[in-house]
């Protein structure tokens, strides 16, 4: 029993033995790298990203709708029924197609009888002016009264008066005539007939035969907040500020100029309307259609950064600008932000290296080295 307490007791002393080496060599080695210079700093691999000076525009997103310049509704200026209809629901149109024929029966019977009146009474004044010209000789010669004359005189004038009367009549007859052949007034795209061949209209009716709606161009019509008011009447001054509209969903987009900004300010939102007329040759927007619309004021030199660059502070907006492999904080301002970029109004100069990923293992003065570029990136 004696002998195997003692074999116990040495091995446990050997045991601690050699744990004290193993924790003085340990002790002893990281001492000796102290002196020779500390352990090496931590070192960040982070994707960096260049800060450029280029051309940007100043625009102002905003959601409009499509109005077209032009549009009319159809209707009978006749009490009368439809005799034809030339076109199809919903088809294109040019201006001067024939698109209605109403019933002219009755308007070509007044017509008729409104020439025979004329003619009727052009062959009284044939008459009464060659009795002016037989009494006018006989008066030369003594041979009637000038009572006679005076009075053939009168009858020629009244018979010129009811032939200006009468051809009066018969132009409004032709002008009602007109009305019974329906056309496009410009092209455009018409809706479909409310009427069919047949039906009884008037001009009192309240729905129209159809309507016409110009396609191209269009007007897109949006509102703008009142502080791009300045910029934008300045950039009109110099030039024509360009809108474009995109359908959202879609990655067509049409292109035109500003057409008009509104006289006043709506009080109650601060803003003010703006209508940009739209070339639409391709008929992209359709009239009532909501779209995206982008006002381009002007272009201007900035620097720009990828927008995940930036990074947020109590003390403000900030980037981590990479210098000899040690990055620092630079506060920044930026300006607005486009398409994926932000303009960076102070701050930097521009072609700085700024950190895009990797910026929450970062504090100010941290090393950094830039990660290894995937293929095709």
């Keep these: 029993m004696k002998r195997r307490n003692f074999l116990l007791i040495v091995a446990v002393l050997g045991i601690a033995a050699g744990a004290a080496y193993t924790t003085r060599s340990s002790w002893m080695n990281g001492g000796a790298a102290t002196a020779q210079g500390g352990p090496r ?3 960040v691999s982070v994707d960096l990203a260049k800060a450029e000076r280029r051309s940007v525009p100043v625009d102002v997103d905003a959601i409009g709708s499509v109005t077209p310049i032009s549009s009319v509704a159809l209707k009978s200026r006749l009490e009368t029924t ?3 209809v030339h076109f199809e629901d919903g088809a294109k149109v040019s201006e001067g197609d024939l698109l209605f024929t109403l019933d002219a029966r009755q308007i ?5 009888q409104a020439e025979g009146v004329l003619a009727r009474d052009r062959a ?3 008459g009464a002016q060659r009795d002016l010209r037989r009494y006018t000789e006989l008066v030369g010669k003594g041979a009637t009264t000038q009572v006679n004359l005076d009075n053939a005189k009168t009858q020629s004038d009244i018979l010129i008066a009811t ?4 051809q009066s009549s018969l132009d ?9 052949v329906i056309r496009a007034p410009f092209a455009g795209r018409i809706s479909a007939a409310n009427v069919k061949v047949g039906n009884f209209v008037r ?4 729905q129209p035969l159809a309507t016409i709606n110009q396609m191209a161009p269009v007007y897109v019509t949006f509102a703008v907040p009142q502080k791009a008011l300045v910029d934008l009447r300045d950039a009109m001054g110099k030039g024509d500020p360009q809108v474009l509209a995109t359908i959202p969903g879609r990655q067509r987009s049409e292109s035109g100029k500003v057409a008009m900004v509104e006289n006043t300010v709506d009080a109650t939102t601060g803003m003010v309307t703006v209508r940009g007329i739209m070339n639409n040759e391709s008929e992209t927007l359709w009239p009532g259609t909501i779209v995206q619309t982008k006002l381009i004021i002007r272009n201007e030199d900035a620097v720009v950064v990828p927008t995940v660059a930036v990074q947020r502070s109590q003390n403000g907006n900030f980037v981590f600008v990479v210098r000899d492999g ?6 920044v301002k930026v300006d607005r932000t486009f398409q994926g970029t932000s303009v960076i109004a102070d701050g930097l100069a521009g072609d700085e290296s700024i950190v895009v990923d990797g910026q929450l293992l970062l504090s100010d003065g941290s090393r950094v080295e830039p990660r290894a570029r995937k293929a095709g990136a």
Excluded: F, G
């Design 41 to 43: 700093a931590r070192v």
């Design 163 to 166: 032939i200006k009367a009468d």
């Design 203 to 206: 001009p009192a009716d309240t």
């Design 172 to 180: 409004n007859l032709r002008v009602q005539k007109s009305y019974t």
């Design 82 to 84: 439809i005799v034809s």
């Design 124 to 126: 009284q004044l044939e």
């Design 326 to 331: 040690v990055a620092k904080v630079q506060p």
């Design 108 to 112: 070509d019977a007044q017509i008729e």
